[in-house]
């Protein structure tokens, strides 16, 4: 695993003598001015580091071009110096010249202060290079980084001096933009700048458009938009209770900024009882971005290796931070079964992701919903991976009341001409999700007839619908069974 690069440590790396270093950069611009700024003032007697790529060479340099006479000017300088490399990447896998001229370099000692830096977007090293390599990482910029860099240019431009005239007005902007690159910060204030009436709610708007996109272009991981909120819930009392008192000890305030964000929670249970409107309440409620990140695709391997995939999901996340990171059927991606037949590559993504799961430093708040829980290996259930682990079950009498109250409200039709008791004892069995589509199914019925829903519309719905307690009687027997006393239960009168 890469470590993350940062002024300080890049500088004693250089400082130290590490000859050979790659960066996993997806802004080469930021990287190269990290690396400068170390070089000009971390590092004494340093020169500015020199710049290599395959187009241009070396500039000023005659004959550079090509990727080996660029390594031999660069090895050939005398004193200390910092030498940047930003396509050598694309060269080095099919060229045993490049790989032993490397390994040579490496392999010499020689005063301290002379390192070759490789720049690309992932740490795609030759196997026969690989141990003589330090791997830094030039992950998202935080929120110290988005504020400076606000600052300095809000300094030297009167547009943005207008639009950023308040302390709120960063702060509203830095969270904003945390999970994107400075790039895309920086075209989102260049859009405002030429857009008529462009505010900070323009910028602000603009930058969660573009969020979207970056995180749909991952394929593993999606911007949930979310309006959802606890009245949404039909009972979970147990649920609800749970948020409460974090609230009650943190403040609604406190956790919204991440100060003393718990851990996550896991939501297992029958399915179409709530689990996903449960993990976008706690979004709602506590006013965080709502991330779903797809185990599935992540195993695939479609959007590059299981493992860096992983990884870069996860990085996303704390960059994101303060946020709710939502792992939806999370069998799907981690189970018994998978983890058996695919061996060492699942093994690994397992691994990063249970240490992640446990050491992470950033608030991310891990919401994992599950169908079949008894799926997933021992080691994701234990204590210490999640606050708690809840069983969400059929909905009891009193539930289904509000569940039925809650849709009718939902199409705009007042409760009172319906008998909510009689339609609450009626979809006994029925799980949530089934009871919104007979509401819905009944009122789809009335208005092709062109008249009011009525009683009777939601009774026939009902009574043509074969809920899942009745197909699949079996499985839910066990996964009840499973969870007796192994989680707790979202509310107390289920399943009357």
Known sequence: MEEPLTLSNFSQQVAAGTPLIYISTDNESRTEALITRSALHAIKGMPVPQVWNCTAGVPGQDKTSDPLAGLYWAIEQKGPGIFIFKDLNWFWHDNPY???????????????????????PKPDIPPALREDFLLLDHGLPDRKEI????????????????????????????????????????????LARVTKGGGADDVIAALFRTKKQVLRKSGIMEFVENDVTADHLGGMENLKSWMGKREKAFGA?????????PRGVLVMGISGCGKSLFVKAIAARWHLPLIRLDMATVYEGTFGSPESSLRKACKTAEALSPCVLWIDEMES????????????????????????????RHPVFVAATANAIEMLPAEVLRKGRFDEIFYVSLPGLAE???????????????????DISMLAHSVKGFSGAEIEQAIASASFEALSQARDMTQQDIMEAISRTVPLSVTMADQIKK????????????STGAGR
């Open 98 to 120: 490049i790989q032993r001229t490397l390994k040579d370099f490496a392999a010499v000692r020689r005063p301290a202060g002379k390192t070759l830096v490789f720049l690309g």
């Open 147 to 190: 504020q400076v860099f606000l600052e300095k240019n809000r300094d030297r431009d009167p547009f943005l001096n207008q639009l950023l005239a308040t302390e709120e007005d960063i702060n509203r902007l830095v969270v904003a933009a945390q999970g994107l690159d400075l790039l895309n910060l920086d075209r989102a204030l260049r």
């Open 253 to 261: 305030e406190g956790l919204a900024s991440g100060r003393n964000l």
């Open 333 to 360: 991606g981690i189970s018994n079964q998978g983890f058996k037949a695919e061996g060492g590559s699942a093994s690994r993504v397992l691994g990063y992701f249970l240490t992640w799961m446990q050491e992470k």
């Open 400 to 418: 289904r009341e509000e569940i039925v109250r809650i849709h009718l409200h939902k199409r705009d039709f007042k409760p009172d001409p319906f």
């Open 479 to 490: 996964i009840e069974a499973w969870a007796f006393k192994r989680a707790v239960p979202a």
